[in-house]
C-alpha cells in the first residue's frame, strides 16, 4: 500500500466533504439545516461505496450506500450523462425517511464515471398529512410526504423544470424548499468539480488503486479492534413505547451480537412486527443503526468509509420493526427506533467493552414540528426543530447534559433564532431537577422548553419517546427521567397531555393538534440513566449536585444516602 | 532617535524587534520567558537598549488572557440574565465535539450554576417590551451578591438585548449602585449580536478575564512606568490592532488572541510593501502550526473562535487556523499500519531526538536532518549543535517497523507532516472559497522556510516568499500595526421593506461609538473607517459580507447593494437567486487609526551572481541530490537562484526544490517561483 498517497488522498476527499458541508450550512433555509446541521456530505465510487464522508449526521452516514446503490440499480451508470444530479427520498427505495433528501453527482473524468459526489439533508417540509413531516398519527407512506424516486432534477447541467414544478407544487413552503434544494445541489456541484480536480492530479488508476486501498486500511482497522473484543454471543432488548395509533401497546428491539474474531453480527430475530404507526425503521435504518453503535465501541479515528462496514453484518427479518414492509409509515423510525437500537446494542456489549458504551440515553429527538400561516406577513411557515436530552452514565464519568441523541449531532436552535422565525415566545429552557439517572456516574439532565403561542393558530404534531418507559440504568445505576408534551390552554392553570387535552391516542405522537393563541406548550426532555451504585458515588460529586441543583435535597438522602455536613 | 519596539511573549522564548525611525535599523534579540511573571522576561530583554528613552512606541502580544481561560485560572463570575434562561451556558448548543466518541465530555462555562441568576424582563423579537425589567429583584440579587462574598466579576445577558440594550443597561446602572468597584461586562457592549448562548458565552469571558487582566496589566503599567516608557506601551489585541492597557483592561475579551496575530499582521504589511494583494502565511513552530490569509490586501477576520470546544468567544478576531504540527510532531504507526505525525510533540523538552536533551522519538525535524535538509551545524545559527546520529537511529526504528529504508521512511514522514499542514492551508483557502492558485505562499516561524517549497508544490500556491528574519516575523508585525477598533451590531432588516434612516442610524453609532474607543485612548489622528454589512437570502443563516463604502444609505446605494449581494452570492457559492428577498442582519465598522509605518531598508541591486557557501547532500523525491548551499547574508536585490539549493540563514533554512527558482527583491525577500 502507498501509505502516504492514501494519507494524502483521504485527507483531501475528507476536506471536499467539509467543504460541501460548509456550503449547505451556508446557502440552506431551514434551521434544521443551517442551524441544527441535520444532513451529510460524502464520496462515493462507481459502486456506490462510501470512500469519504465529513461529520455531520451520523444516521444519515451509514445509511449513505445503500441509498446510492439502490438508485444505481434504477438508473443504471450508462444513463447518467455530464451534469446530471439525481434525486432521491424514498424510504422504500433504500432511504431512511421522506425528509431525508438525498442528492447524487456523477463524477465524470474522460467520458468515464469514476464515482459520486452525495449529499444527503433533511428537508423540514415534505407535504403530507401534517406540515413538518412528522405524522405522529401515520398508517401509510402515503400520508408522511412525497416520495421521490430517484429523478434527474438537473439534466446535463440545466434544471428539470419539470420535476421541480411538481416537487414545489406538493409542499407548504416551496419557496425554502427551493432554496434548500438549491443548496443541496450547490453541495454536489462543489464535491464534483473538486474531485474532477484530484482526478487531474493523481489520474484515474492511482485513485481507483488508492481508494481500494483506503477501504481495505479502514476495514483492516475495524478488524483489529473488534479483535480486541472478546469473543461471544450478547443479547439484550428494549421497547419503543406506543405508535401513535395503539398507544398502549410497546414494541420490542431485541438484539443478539455475535461477536467472532474480526467480525460481528448484529441479529434483530425477536424483535416485534412492525407497528401499525410511524416508529418502524426501514432495512437502511436498522443497518445504518447497527454501524452507528458498532463505530461508537471502536476507534473513532479509523477513517469513515464503507470498508469500516466490511465487518459488520446485519439480520433483519422482514415485516418487523427493524425491517419494515411498504406500505407501512416510518418516519419515526429514523429519529426514534434509529437510536434505541444503537443504545439496545450497547446495552448487549456492556459486560464486553464496559469503557465503550453508556446507560440509556434520552434517545429521543422531540421532533416537535409545526406549521400555519404567519398572521403578519401572511406566509406559510414549517419548521423540524430538535432538543437536547441526557446521556446515560458511563464507567468513567457522569453522561453529558442536554446533546442531541447520538444517532443525531444536530444544534439546538437558539431562541433569539426561534422566535424571529416562528411566531412563539419562549418562556424558558431549564434543566429538569433529578432526570439524571442516579448512580456511581449518573445520567445526564434533560431540560424543559416552555413555549407561548403569539399567532391566531400553529398547526404542531410529534414524533417522541419516553413519556412511559424511562431510559434504563446499568451496573446497578438507576433510571433516568422521563420527558413529557404538556399543554396549558388560554385561560386555564391546569397542564394536560396530549392525549387528555385533544383526544389523541399516544401523548409522545399525534399530529395537527391546533394550538391557539395564548396556549402554552411544555416540551419536557428525557435525561439519561445511571451507572454504577448510586452509594457508592463520590461524595464530592453528590455534593456538587446538589449544590448547583443537578439533584434535589431529597434525592441526595434517599438516592444517594447523602447527608450534608 | 528614536525606536519602536515589538515584543511577543512566546512559550519559550520572547522575542524582540527593534527599529530605528531615523536610520531604518532593525535589530531581532531573544530572552528566555519567564513564564510566572512574564513582565521579568520583558524587562530583561529590554536591557539590551542602551537607553530606553529613545523608545517612542513598544507593542507587546500577550498570553494573560489565553492563559487565563486555558487554565481556567479566571474570576468567580455571577451570570444575569432573562427570567427562564439561566441554563443556557450549559445547553450549549446541543451538539457533541466528534461523531462516534463515546468518551467525550461536554465543556463545561467559565461559570457556577449555582451562580447563574434570572430577573423578570423580557424583550420579543422585535424590541418591544413584553415583560418590564423588575428592578427591586435584580438589587435583591445584588444583595445576595455582597452577601456571597466570593463574586469576582458579573456577566449580564437578556434576551434580544442587541436590539434595545436598556434592560442590560440599567442592570448595570442598579449593580453599580449596590456593588460599587465590582467589575461588570454587559452583552450590549461586549457583542451586540444575536444568538443568546454564543453572545452570552463571550460576556461571561470577559468577565472573567477582567480581574486577572487588570491586575496583570496594573503591575506591567507600574514596571513600564518605572523605566520611563509608561505611556509609550501598547497591548496587540485579537484583531491585530494595538489598544492601550487600560482599553484592553475594560474590555480583556478582545485581548483573547493576543501573540499569534503578529505574524498576519507582518503579511499584510508584506503585502503592503511588495504589492502582492494575495498571501497566505504558515507560522510553524515546534508543535503547532498557525495558518491564516491576507486577501486584497487585508486580513481576515472571523468570530467563530472557541476557547474550548463548544465554548465560543464570538469578538472579531483574525482568522488565524492551528493545527497540530510542528517540527517536534512525533511520528507513530497506527493500529492501521499507518505512518502518522502527530499530534504529540516532543516541545522543547526533551525535544526532537536530534537536539540530544534525551528526546528519543522520532521528529519532523529528525526526518529533515536525515534528509540533508537541516544542517546539524546551523541549527538557530549555529548555537545549537544537532545530533545527527540520534535523527538517524530514533527515523530508523519507525523505519524498521514499516519495512521501509531509512531515507525511505524519513521523507514519508516529512511528507506526512507537509500533508497535515495541507490540511490547514486547505482549511483557511478552498473551504473560505479561494483559490491556492491565486495567493503566494509566506514561511514564518524558524521552520516555516524547510517545508515552504514542499507546500507550494502539493498545495498548487504558485509562489512563496520568506521574510527577513522569519523566525521573528510575529514580532516584526507588532511594529508594523496600528490602533483598531471592530464594532459589529445586529440590526436586522429585509430588502422589501429597508428603512435606510434606520439603517445609517445605527451605522452611525456604530461609527462614532468606534471613533470615541479610539479618542478616549488617545488615538485621535489619521481616524479609517471602513463600514460593511453582513446579508442573506431571507431563510439563510449565514450571511455574506459586503463592504459599505458610503455614510449614509440612499436609495442608489442600497439597490446597488443589493445587486452586488447576487454577484458575491454566485461567484461564492455558485447560484444567485434573483429576485428574492434579501435580509441584512449585522453592521460592521472598522475603526483604524493609522500609525508611522518604519520604511524597510532596500539592499544594494546586484552586480554579480550570487555564489554558494559550500555543498552538501539534500534528499528530494527523487533521491539525493548533491546542491549548492547559499548564504542568505550574502544576497543582493535581483540575485537569482535556480533549485535544488538551500540557502541558509542564522535562525532558518530555505529548502529549494528542483525545478523551482528563487529571486531576491527589493527589501531583501526571498522570492521563490514553481
Known amino acids: 500500500m502507498d501509505f502516504v498517497t492514501m494519507n494524502i488522498l483521504d485527507s483531501a476527499m475528507v476536506s471536499i466533504c467539509r467543504e460541501m458541508g460548509i456550503t449547505l450550512m451556508k446557502t440552506s433555509y431551514s434551521t434544521i439545516f443551517n442551524e441544527a446541521l441535520d444532513f451529510t456530505c460524502g464520496l462515493a465510487d462507481m459502486s456506490g461505496d462510501m470512500i469519504a464522508v465529513a461529520d455531520y449526521c451520523p444516521a444519515q452516514i451509514g445509511g449513505m450506500p445503500l441509498l446510492v446503490k439502490s438508485c444505481l440499480k434504477e438508473i443504471p451508470i450508462a444513463e447518467l450523462e455530464e451534469g446530471d444530479i439525481i434525486l432521491h427520498n424514498d424510504p422504500y427505495r433504500g432511504g431512511l425517511h421522506t425528509p431525508e433528501h438525498t442528492f447524487f453527482k456523477p463524477i465524470f473524468v474522460e467520458g468515464e464515471v469514476m464515482g459520486f459526489a452525495v449529499a444527503i439533508g433533511h428537508i423540514a417540509e415534505v407535504g403530507g398529512m401534517a406540515p413538518g413531516g412528522f405524522c405522529g398519527e401515520a398508517t401509510e407512506i402515503f400520508q408522511e410526504g412525497l416520495r421521490i424516486p430517484p429523478v434527474k432534477i438537473v439534466k446535463r447541467g440545466v434544471d428539470n423544470v419539470e420535476v421541480w414544478k411538481l416537487l414545489l407544487a406538493n409542499v407548504r413552503t416551496p419557496r425554502v424548499n427551493y432554496g434548500d434544494l438549491k443548496a443541496l445541489i450547490a453541495a454536489v456541484d462543489l464535491g464534483e468539480r473538486q474531485m474532477r480536480g484530484i482526478y487531474a492530479k493523481y489520474g484515474k488508476e492511482k485513485i481507483r488503486e488508492t481508494v481500494a486501498d483506503l477501504l481495505l486500511y479502514s476495514e483492516r482497522r475495524m478488524r483489529a479492534e473488534l479483535e480486541a473484543i472478546p469473543d461471544g454471543i450478547y443479547s439484550f432488548h428494549d421497547f419503543v413505547e406506543s405508535d401513535g395509533v395503539d398507544s398502549d401497546r410497546h414494541y420490542r428491539i431485541q438484539v443478539e451480537v455475535h461477536k467472532k474474531g474480526g467480525s460481528i453480527i448484529v441479529d434483530y430475530h425477536g424483535s416485534s412486527p412492525q407497528a401499525a404507526g410511524p416508529i418502524n425503521a426501514t432495512l437502511g435504518v436498522a443497518t445504518s443503526a447497527a454501524y452507528n453503535a458498532v463505530l461508537h465501541m471502536t476507534d473513532p479515528t479509523i477513517p469513515r468509509n464503507s470498508g469500516c462496514f466490511r465487518p459488520i453484518e446485519v439480520m433483519a427479518p422482514p415485516g418487523t420493526i427493524v425491517n419494515v414492509d411498504f406500505p407501512a409509515p416510518e418516519v419515526g423510525g429514523n429519529t426514534e427506533t434509529h437510536p434505541r437500537i444503537v443504545g439496545t446494542i450497547l446495552g448487549a456489549m456492556h459486560s464486553a467493552v464496559p469503557n465503550r458504551v453508556m446507560a440509556a440515553e434520552g434517545a429521543t429527538h422531540c421532533n416537535f414540528v409545526f406549521g400555519g400561516v404567519d398572521a403578519e406577513t401572511g406566509e406559510y411557515f414549517a419548521c423540524y426543530d430538535l432538543e437536547g436530552v441526557g446521556w446515560g452514565g458511563r464507567a468513567f464519568a457522569d453522561g453529558n447534559d442536554a446533546v442531541d441523541s447520538i444517532n443525531g449531532n444536530c444544534r439546538i436552535t437558539p431562541v433569539e433564532v426561534y422566535e424571529t422565525r416562528f411566531p412563539w415566545l419562549i418562556e424558558g429552557l431549564a434543566f429538569n431537577v433529578d432526570s439524571c439517572g442516579a448512580g456511581e456516574y449518573r445520567g445526564g439532565v434533560g431540560y424543559t422548553k416552555q413555549m407561548l403561542c403569539v399567532n391566531r393558530e400553529i398547526i404542531c404534531s410529534q414524533m417522541t419517546d419516553r413519556h412511559v418507559l424511562p431510559p434504563w440504568g446499568l451496573e446497578g445505576g438507576l433510571e433516568g427521567g422521563c420527558g413529557a408534551t404538556l399543554v396549558q390552554k388560554a385561560g386555564r392553570d391546569d397542564w394536560q397531555t396530549m392525549r387528555d387535552a385533544y383526544g389523541k391516542p399516544s401523548t409522545s405522537r399525534y399530529s395537527n393538534v391546533a394550538i391557539k393563541e395564548g396556549d402554552r406548550v411544555r416540551l419536557v426532555m428525557p435525561g439519561g440513566g445511571g451507572y454504577g451504585n448510586p452509594l457508592a458515588r463520590d461524595r464530592a460529586a453528590v455534593a456538587h449536585d446538589l449544590r448547583e441543583g443537578y439533584i434535589s435535597p431529597e434525592a441526595a438522602g434517599k438516592l444517594y444516602g447523602y447527608r450534608e455536613v | ?674
Open chain 2, 1 to 674: 532617535m528614536s525606536t519602536i519596539i515589538g515584543i511577543d511573549i512566546g512559550g519559550t522564548f520572547t522575542d524582540f524587534v527593534s527599529y530605528d525611525t531615523d536610520t531604518g535599523h532593525i535589530e531581532n534579540w531573544k530572552n528566555l520567558t519567564t513564564p510566572a511573571e512574564p513582565i521579568v522576561g520583558v524587562m530583561e530583554g529590554l536591557g539590551k537598549l542602551d537607553d530606553l528613552g529613545v523608545v517612542s512606541k513598544a507593542r507587546l502580544g500577550t498570553t494573560i488572557a489565553t492563559n487565563a481561560l486555558l487554565t481556567r485560572r479566571g474570576a468567580k463570575v455571577a451570570y444575569i440574565t432573562t427570567q427562564g434562561f439561566r441554563d443556557v451556558p450549559f445547553i450549549q448548543r446541543g451538539d457533541r465535539r466528534s461523531h462516534y466518541d463515546i468518551t467525550w465530555i461536554k465543556t463545561r462555562p467559565l461559570v457556577a450554576r449555582a451562580d447563574c441568576h434570572e430577573v423578570a424582563e423580557r424583550l420579543t423579537a422585535k424590541g418591544a417590551v413584553h415583560t418590564p425589567l423588575d428592578e427591586e429583584a435584580v438589587r435583591e440579587l445584588a444583595a445576595r451578591i455582597r452577601a456571597d462574598g466570593t463574586i469576582e466579576a458579573v456577566a449580564v445577558c437578556t434576551l434580544f438585548s442587541y436590539i434595545d440594550p436598556g434592560h442590560e443597561q440599567r442592570i448595570r446602572e442598579i449593580l453599580a449602585e449596590e456593588l460599587p468597584g465590582m467589575p461588570i461586562s454587559i452583552s450590549y457592549d461586549v457583542l451586540p449580536k444575536w444568538k443568546e448562548y454564543d453572545r452570552a458565552s463571550t460576556t461571561i469571558a470577559d468577565a472573567y478575564l477582567k480581574p486577572v487582566v487588570s491586575e496583570n496589566f496594573r503591575e506591567m503599567k507600574a514596571r513600564f512606568a518605572q523605566a520611563g516608557i509608561g505611556s509609550k506601551v501598547g497591548v496587540i489585541k485579537s484583531n491585530g490592532g494595538e489598544a492601550t492597557l487600560a482599553g484592553a483592561a475594560d474590555a480583556p475579551v478582545q485581548i483573547t488572541l493576543s501573540g499569534p496575530t503578529g505574524a498576519v499582521v507582518a503579511t499584510r504589511i508584506m503585502s503592503e510593501l511588495t504589492g502582492i494583494p494575495n498571501l497566505v502565511v504558515f507560522d510553524m513552530g515546534g508543535t503547532s502550526t498557525d495558518c491564516s490569509t491576507v486577501v486584497a490586501g487585508k486580513e481576515h477576520v472571523t468570530t467563530s473562535f472557541e476557547i474550548e470546544w463548544g465554548i465560543p468567544i464570538q469578538i472579531p478576531m483574525i482568522d488565524i487556523h492551528t493545527i497540530g504540527a510542528g517540527g517536534g510532531s512525533i511520528a507513530w504507526i497506527d493500529k492501521g499500519g499507518m505512518l502518522r505525525m502527530g499530534p504529540q510533540s516532543a516541545a522543547a523538552v526533551p525535544g526532537p531526538a536530534c537536539y540530544g536533551r534525551g528526546g528519543t522519538d522520532a521528529t519532523v525535524t529528525d526526518a529533515n536532518v536525515v534528509l540533508g535538509r537541516i544542517s546539524p551545524d546551523n541549527f538557530l545559527g549555529g548555537q545549537m549543535k544537532l545530533d545527527a546520529a540520534a535523527a538517524r537511529a530514533a527515523v530508523a526504528r519507525v523505519a524498521e517497523k514499516l519495512g521501509m529504508d531509512v531515507d525511505e521512511c524519513a521523507f514519508a514522514m516529512v511528507q506526512i507532516a507537509n500533508n497535515n499542514m495541507l490540511g490547514a492551508l486547505r482549511a483557511v483557502l478552498l473551504q473560505r472559497g479561494l483559490d491556492p492558485r491565486d495567493f503566494t505562499l509566506v514561511a514564518s516561524g524558524g521552520a516555516g522556510p524547510v517545508h515552504i517549497c514542499d507546500l507550494m508544490e502539493i498545495a498548487g500556491i504558485p509562489q512563496g516568499l520568506v521574510p527577513n528574519y522569519p523566525g521573528q516575523f510575529s514580532a516584526f508585525g507588532f511594529i508594523m500595526t496600528d490602533a483598531r477598533v471592530d464594532r459589529h451590531r445586529t440590526v436586522q432588516q429585509i430588502s422589501k421593506y429597508f428603512d435606510g434612516e434606520r439603517a445609517t442610524r445605527a451605522m452611525t453609532e456604530l461609527v462614532e461609538g468606534a471613533i470615541d474607543e479610539l479618542k478616549s485612548q488617545g488615538y485621535t489622528q489619521r481616524i479609517e473607517i471602513h463600514r460593511s454589512i453582513e446579508a442573506r437570502y431571507m431563510g439563510q443563516n449565514h450571511e455574506l459580507e459586503l463592504s459599505f463604502p458610503a455614510d449614509e444609505f440612499s436609495e442608489d446605494n442600497i439597490a446597488d447593494m443589493w445587486e452586488r449581494f447576487h454577484r458575491e452570492h454566485e461567484a461564492r457559492f455558485g447560484f444567485s437567486i434573483p429576485g428574492e428577498t434579501i435580509e441584512t442582519v449585522n453592521l460592521k465598522v472598522v475603526a483604524v487609526a493609522v500609525s508611522d509605518k518604519p520604511e524597510m531598508r532596500e539592499l544594494p541591486v546586484t552586480d554579480a551572481p550570487p555564489q554558494p557557501a559550500s555543498r552538501r547532500k539534500v534528499h528530494f523525491a527523487d533521491g539525493w541530490h548533491e546542491v549548492p548551499v547559499y548564504d542568505r547574508a550574502t544576497f543582493r536585490q535581483g540575485d537569482r537562484i535556480a533549485g535544488p539549493a538551500v540557502v541558509e540563514e542564522s535562525a532558518s533554512v530555505t529548502i529549494l526544490q528542483p525545478g523551482q527558482a528563487l529571486g531576491v527583491d527589493r527589501i531583501g525577500n526571498l522570492i521563490i517561483s514553481a
